[in-house]
């Protein structure tokens, strides 16, 4: 069973930035497709940014040249880093692992970001 635990959501004003971190208890983290998800009020989720094992990264329109997906595969870890935040950025943010080999897909308990003056 994959865990993931996310950290570094809070509340920032517009503009600002913040780094949000996902750590897996997982063996082969380095197999397996990272992602961000977020999910802002009576919205539905959505994916805003994936990397894979391979460390090509992709990204949503709605943050490209803002939020920087990475990962330290020897500390089985996924990062986004958002900045020039902005109010529609608010959201839930979610971190989710595929696993290439079976299919299977795991998601952390997510992390709050604010964004508001």
């Known amino acids: 069973q994959v865990q993931l635990v996310e950290s570094g959501g809070g509340s920032v004003q517009p503009g600002g930035s913040l780094t949000l971190s996902c750590a897996a208890s997982?063996?082969?983290?380095?197999?397996?497709?990272m992602a961000w998800y977020r999910q802002a009020p009576e919205k539905q989720r959505e994916s805003i940014a994936y990397?894979?094992?391979?460390?090509?990264?992709t990204y949503t329109d709605s943050v490209k040249g803002r939020f920087t997906i990475s990962r330290d595969n020897a500390k089985s870890t996924v990062y986004l880093q958002m900045n020039n935040l902005q109010p529609d950025d608010t959201a839930v943010y979610y971190c989710?692992?595929?696993?290439?080999?079976?299919?299977?897909?795991?998601w952390g308990q997510g992390t709050r970001v604010t964004v508001s003056s």
């Open positions: 989710n692992a595929f696993d290439v080999l079976t299919g299977q897909r795991y």
């Open positions: 997982v063996s082969s983290f380095s197999r397996y497709r």
């Open positions: 990397i894979t094992n391979t460390d090509t990264t």
